[in-house]
């Protein structure tokens, strides 16, 4: 492993040689492979059985509900995530500490609210997915600025039936745009990608500060962003899978002394080392808005500038919330609205009451969230699940639901 890596860590943890030597051995050591199932799809009763047959051998972790270690003893040419269980989004493969911050989001309890909730950088959809679990009355935005990263995201949440997600593509800088929009935010940042020296040591290779500086600074606007358009008295939740402090203690320290009187960090860091929690690296920091920043900002400026100013700078921050976004997703017509609801009550085993339907050219989309308020501020490349596909003047129900049968 790169030396000034492993120097870095001895320095800033303080760690003895023992410990040094314990965690360098515990970074080159396979983890064990775990996967989450996924509830929206089978019960974990339904998923045992499953296991059973397949020749899977699956131990309960001990940290959250509905993960498990996984063995197998079946044809290991067929990598799990081609498995047709897999397919038909009955698990997600996630590493156990990477699934740490909705966890901690929750308390690992599903609550029923209505919440709005930003999940500001969330391309494949691991976290997305599992909030969708623990939020199922919510409405979830899944924002990813890569549109090509959108393929693993959408898959993700079209096989395990995510109805209650819409995404967006913004930089997530965007968001402080619209001031106090969410109950709940996961910053689940972008980061140096250290935790790949898990993989290969290429990733070590190119570590360097300069590197890890840059990408501190856009953690450090992108949570800028989170806590103005986070709720006051809700929280925010802060991830990295990376070990150093500049993209971790020092984004969140930041945050806090930039706005001592509106921010509460509850109750302190969460760090998960690979030789003591047999996980990932991994950083989690949850932080409490007790008070609006948007007031703390207009008071500021008007302090600082002439009455012109503050009318000029008020105009630009808040311009975007104000007018009606164009939306290319548009609602169902209720015409083609019945002749779905038919068709899937003849021929599906779901419940069809309080669905809503939105069509994109020949796609057509379901969800069970009242999106229409959101609609107005954001502008959506998805919302819930594809289920049609209008092709030759017919309708086609596409695979997602098929798996349903
Ligand atoms: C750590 S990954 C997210 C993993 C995801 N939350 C999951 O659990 O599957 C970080 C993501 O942030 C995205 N990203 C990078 N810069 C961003 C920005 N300025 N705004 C929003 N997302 C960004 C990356 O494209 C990447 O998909």
């Known amino acids: ?206 570590r360097n500060i300069k590197n890890i500086k840059s990408i501190s600074k856009l953690q450090l606007s992108l949570i800028d962003s989170a806590v103005k358009t986070l709720k006051v008295w809700w929280e925010l939740v802060y991830s990295t899978c990376t070990l150093n402090k500049l993209e971790n203690e020092w984004v969140v320290e930041a945050i806090l002394e930039r706005y001592k009187d509106s921010l509460e960090i509850i109750p302190d860091y969460i760090r998960s080392w690979p030789h003591i929690t047999h996980t990932w690296w991994f950083f989690v920091a949850k932080i409490k808005k007790i008070k609006s920043i948007v007031e703390q900002e207009k008071k500021a400026i008007y302090s600082r500038n002439s009455m012109f100013d503050v009318k000029m700078e008020k105009k630009n921050r808040f311009s975007q919330v104000n007018k009606d976004v164009v939306q290319n997703y548009e609602k169902l017509s209720s015409k083609d609205t019945k002749i779905i609801e038919k068709y899937i009550d003849d021929n599906y085993n779901f419940q069809i009451q309080s669905k809503k339907f939105y069509r994109y050219k020949d796609d057509i989309f379901i969800t069970d969230m009242d999106i229409s308020d959101l609609r107005k501020k954001l502008f959506m490349y998805k919302i819930g699940v594809n289920i049609w596909k209008y092709k030759n003047n017919e309708f086609v129900p596409s695979d997602y639901l098929e798996s349903l049968r």
């Open 1 to 206: 492993m790169k030396q000034d890596f492993l120097n870095y860590i001895k320095k800033e943890f303080d760690f003895s040689d023992e410990e040094m030597t314990q965690f360098e051995k515990a970074c080159i050591m396979p983890l064990k492979k775990s996967i989450r199932v996924n509830t929206n799809k089978i019960s974990i009763e339904d998923f045992k059985k499953t296991a059973l047959k397949n020749n899977w051998q699956l131990t309960e972790t001990s940290l959250w509900s509905n993960t498990f270690y996984i063995d197998r003893f079946d044809d290991l040419d067929t990598a799990l995530w081609n498995t047709q269980e897999h397919q038909k989004g009955y698990f997600y493969v996630q590493e156990l500490a990477a699934s740490s911050s909705p966890y901690y989001m929750s308390g690992d309890k599903v609550d029923h609210s209505q919440y709005v909730i930003l999940d500001m950088s969330a391309s494949p959809g691991g976290k997305t997915t599992q909030l969708s679990e623990y939020y199922p009355d919510s409405i979830i935005v899944a924002n990813e600025i890569n549109k090509e990263r959108f393929k693993w995201l959408f898959f993700n949440l079209d096989r395990m039936w995510v109805l209650n997600v819409v995404c967006t593509n913004y930089d997530g800088r965007f968001f402080k745009e619209t001031p106090e929009l969410f109950d709940k935010v996961l910053l689940d940042a972008p980061c140096s990608w250290e935790w790949t020296a898990y993989k290969t040591d290429d990733s070590l290779k190119y």
